[in-house]
Nanobody, 126 residues
Framework: QVQLVESGGGLVQAGDSLRLSCAAS????????MGWFRQAPGKERQFVAA????????AYADTVKGRFTISRDNVKNTVYLQMNSLKPEDTAVYYC???????????????????WGQGTQVTVSS
């Protein structure tokens, strides 16, 4: 089992950058693929990015590709989401998630992530 705590959200202007962090408890962090998801008011939660156990493989939603970068530090038990060129449509609660994923990497966007953090609010003003 793993507990996840996100941080780094806030209110920024369009074009600004933010870096979200997700700290994981436990000594098995490196066994989990990690993902970031977001949910805007009145909308379904959507996949944003994911990173494999080693960090060698990543995946992104088309809406954030080229602007967001996911990374992880398996020593610090932390996964990051660097968000650049933020847009008002990026406004949402951002969630970190963990999954012991053993499937084909291209299927990670649809994986049933088991463990979730409480979320951190990101608001981008125009």
């Amino acid at each position: 089992q793993v507990q996840l705590v996100e941080s780094g959200g806030g209110l920024v202007q369009a074009g600004d950058s933010l870096r979200l962090s997700c700290a994981a408890s436990g000594r098995t962090f490196s066994r989990y693929a990690m993902g970031w998801f977001r949910q805007a008011p009145g909308k379904e939660r959507q996949f944003v990015a994911a990173i494999s156990l080693s960090g060698r493989s990543t995946a992104y939603a088309d809406t954030v590709k080229g602007r967001f970068t996911i990374s992880r530090d398996n020593v610090k038990n932390t996964v990051y989401l660097q968000m650049n060129s933020l847009k008002p449509e990026d406004t949402a609660v951002y969630y970190c998630a963990a999954e012991q994923f053993h499937g084909i990497w291209s299927d990670i966007k649809r994986a049933p992530f088991k463990y979730w953090g409480q979320g951190t609010q990101v608001t981008v003003s125009s």
